[in-house]
């Protein structure tokens, strides 16, 4: 019989939130080029309430198993590994399988876990950070100067665009949210949102040509799609950029007018990640490091701060499933 581990499995393989459960299933063995990891956080994540309701494939390959990040010590090395050592502190992204006492991760997939982040900070980072990261700097090519625009600027992808958008020189951060509360706490943090539009009371479009003295966004970060696309596109600038991270709204846009996308030369990019190849993904790790090293807690002081809604015990999934599907989380 295969050595065991607990993990957070799902009755009859997706469903509601009342199907999450902690049961016994097989523990990995690490690959070549893998190490093992016991964990000692994870982070939940909005792809993983999709993926519970049979909404989101599994990369090839990938664990069924929830979750995406996490934080924890190595404990196995697979064949041919050369970065890590047993016994390292680590923390990093996979395809799936975070939700468990133990996971495979590539080699090129971890970070070193600096001593001045708690295991849940740590845990916190690599999916909203290297996703933002990836829509903001690759894509983005966000530089000094620049106009920017982020959807969803409470969410986690969203505080880690803001953060890395003013880190690199911005001239103004404009974040979109539902609720006052939201959206002066996004400009009361550190390297915040300079500007904050009400999306279900404003128009941002006209809010960013306020503040752009009329010249619009260069860089536009969405994740809700239809609704907010002819928006986005009235909000770009001549030469603006716009990554989409998702489609809350919908997929199809009816009636869409191609030439001001023409006439502004506007580039729109698609973006995922947990579908990109290995060495896509570790190439991206390692360009990201260069931010990392500028990433602290939230009271610890560096230009880019890693904020936590709420910790839970892996015993109380459902309930931090519950929180983040009626969008009570930050």
Excluded at 4 to 10: G, N
Excluded at 65 to 91: M, P, Y
Excluded at 254 to 277: A, D, F
Aim: glycine content about 10%.
């Amino acid at each position: 019989m295969n050595p065991q581990m607990r993990a957070v499995l799902i009755k009859d393989g997706k469903g509601p939130i009342e199907n999450l459960y902690i049961g016994e299933t097989d523990k990995p063995v690490p690959a070549k080029g893998q190490v093992l990891v016991k964990i000692v956080a994870f982070g939940l994540n909005r792809m993983d309430h999709y993926q519970r309701q049979g909404g989101y494939p599994v990369p090839p390959g990938a664990s069924s198993i929830l979750g995406v990040e996490f934080s924890g010590r190595v404990t196995e090395l697979g064949e041919a590994v050369t970065k890590w050592a047993v016994g390292d502190e680590v923390f990093g992204l996979v395809g799936g399988g975070a939700y468990a006492e133990f996971v495979n991760c590539d080699e090129g997939l971890l970070l070193k876990k600096p001593g001045h982040l708690s295991w849940v900070e740590a845990a916190s980072i690599p999916e909203n950070y290297i996703t933002a990261y990836q829509a903001l700097v690759k894509y983005g090519e966000v530089k000094k100067g620049d106009h920017v625009l982020v959807h969803a600027g409470a969410s986690g992808v969203g505080i880690a665009a803001i953060q890395i958008a003013r880190e690199y020189g911005a001239a103004t951060v404009t974040a979109t949210a539902s609720t006052t509360e939201k959206l002066d706490w996004l400009r009361s943090i550190p390297n915040g949102a300079t500007h904050t539009v009400n999306y279900k009371t404003e128009d941002f479009a006209a809010e960013v040509k306020k503040t752009t003295n009329g010249k619009g966004v260069d860089v536009v970060i969405d994740f809700v799609g239809q609704s907010h696309w002819a928006k986005n596109v009235e909000s770009l600038a001549i030469d603006g950029r716009m990554t989409i991270l998702a489609t809350m709204s919908g997929n199809e846009v009816p009636n869409v007018n191609l030439g001001t996308i023409l006439y502004k030369r506007l580039r729109i990019q698609g973006s995922t990640l947990r579908s990109r190849s290995l060495q896509y993904q570790t190439e991206l790790i390692a360009s990201f490091r260069d931010i990392m090293d500028k990433v602290t807690g939230a009271n610890g002081g560096g230009p880019i701060r890693t904020y936590i809604h709420k910790v839970y015990p892996w015993t109380e999934i459902q309930r931090a499933h519950h929180e983040m599907a009626d969008n009570k989380n930050r």
